[in-house]
Every structure is written in C-alpha cells, then in structure tokens.
T-cell receptor, first 114, second 113 residues
Framework: QKEVEQNSGPLSVPEGAIASLNCTYSDRGSQSFFWYRQYSGKSPELIMF????GDKEDGRFTAQLNKASQYVSLLIRDSQPSDSATYLCAVNKYRSGGYQKVTFGTGTKLQVIP | DVKVTQSSRYLVKRTGEKVFLECVQDMDHENMFWYRQDPGLGLRLIYFSYDVKMKEKGDIPEGYSVSREKKERFSLILESASTNQTSMYLC????????????FGNGTRLTVT
C-alpha cells in the first residue's frame, strides 16, 4: 500500500464547476497535510495546509480533513482554465528535534475545459 | 517571500562524472530537503537535513550524498553519475516546526548520458 494515494486522473471539469480532488494516507500518525499545485515544467507551489479535522477555506479553495478515515480532499470552486495543473497531496509526520518526513502522492492532473 | 535557489536549471553530465547540485535558501529555515521527481513515481525523498552538518536518509539515498556546512546551503552530490539518475531534482526548505510547509526551488533537470 502506498503511503499517500491519489487518483492520477486526468480529472476534467468544465469552467465554473467545482473540482474535487481526493487523497488517502496510510500512516495514522500523520499530523499535517498539504496541497501543492504544479504546472508542467515548474516546481510545486503551496496552496493550502490543514492539520485539524474539518474544513479550511481560502478563497476558491477548501481543504477537508478526516483523520478517522485517513482522507484529505481539496475542493476548487468556480474552476478556471488557469487551475489546470497537477495537484499534489503531501502528508507530514514529525517528531521533536526536527525530524520531519513529508511524503507526497503522485498527483492528480486537473483539466478545466473552457 | 521565501526564496529557494537552485544553482542550475539544466545540467547535462556524462556517466561516471561527479555531480554537484547546489541549493540556497534565504529564510533562515532549519530544514532542507532534496527530492527527485520522475513521471509516474512522484516526488521521492533522497536526503534531508534539520541542522548544519546533520543529515538523514530519505527513501532513495543510494548513489547520493549530501553536505550542509552552512545553514542556508544544502548540496546534493552524485558520486558517480549513472543514466538512471536522469531526473528532475527539487530542493525544498522549511522551518523546524513540524507543521511548517515546504517551499521549493525551481528545480534542476539533470540528464546523464
């Protein structure tokens, strides 16, 4: 079982629709969760992070976390063609003294159709 | 704004060469990381460092070594480059606090021929 799993896609949504991206993780000790967006040929850029159960909203983006189900999701409202990219889910496990292991999923490719 | 700078955007090296990839961050981050990214495999952690002269192996350290002599600089070394090390290499940094997100450099596309 992969530590962090995402559907590779592509996920195609029409412009203006809601895009829903999902991620599951295997380590129950994971403590914080990140969503990164990566355009083709570019490096990942942070969109959101969440570490408490529930929803966290930032503009058109909402991150949802359910630790009991080991499930993280990202909703993008009013999707735009510029949102077309690969979205990476990352899971962080850390211990005192600085050890921080961040594991990435392989990403979901999102295509927003004009 | 956090700036993580990788010294080269593209590199072409020959098999057997010793290769140095350099990364510098300007945010006084304690943690620094080296990942490689390959199609279908995602980002895989090679090494990370949480302090000067400290390092920890990631998931795929074989064939690589690292050096962190100063807090802002983290170097990845390919002792004897091989064709299976052709990849995109990404450096990242973060604060020591466990929930701190990673900030990435622009990446180095390394081709070993």
């Amino acid at each position: 079982q992969k530590e962090v799993e995402q559907n590779s896609g592509p996920l195609s949504v029409p412009e203006g629709a809601i895009a829903s991206l999902n991620c599951t993780y295997s380590d129950r000790g994971s403590q914080s969760f990140f969503w990164y967006r990566q355009y083709s040929g570019k490096s990942p850029e942070l969109i959101m992070f969440i570490y408490s159960n529930g929803d966290k909203e930032d503009g058109r983006f909402t991150a949802q976390l359910n630790k009991a189900s080991q499930y993280v999701s990202l909703l993008i409202r009013d999707s735009q063609p510029s949102d077309s990219a690969t979205y990476l889910c990352a899971v962080n496990k850390y211990r005192s003294g600085g050890y921080q292991k961040v594991t990435f999923g392989t990403g979901t490719k999102l295509q927003v159709i004009p | 704004d956090v700036k993580v700078t990788q010294s080269s955007r593209y590199l072409v090296k020959r098999t057997g060469e010793k290769v140095f990839l350099e990364c510098v961050q300007d945010m006084d981050h304690e943690n620094m990381f080296w990942y490689r990214q390959d199609p279908g495999l995602g980002l895989r952690l090679i090494y990370f460092s949480y302090d000067v002269k400290m390092k920890e192996k990631g998931d795929i350290p074989e064939g690589y070594s690292v050096s962190r002599e100063k807090k802002e600089r983290f170097s990845l070394i390919l002792e004897s480059a091989s064709t299976n090390q052709t990849s995109m290499y990404l450096c990242a940094s973060s604060f020591l606090e466990g929930s701190s997100p990673l900030h990435f450099g622009n990446g180095t596309r390394l081709t070993v021929t």
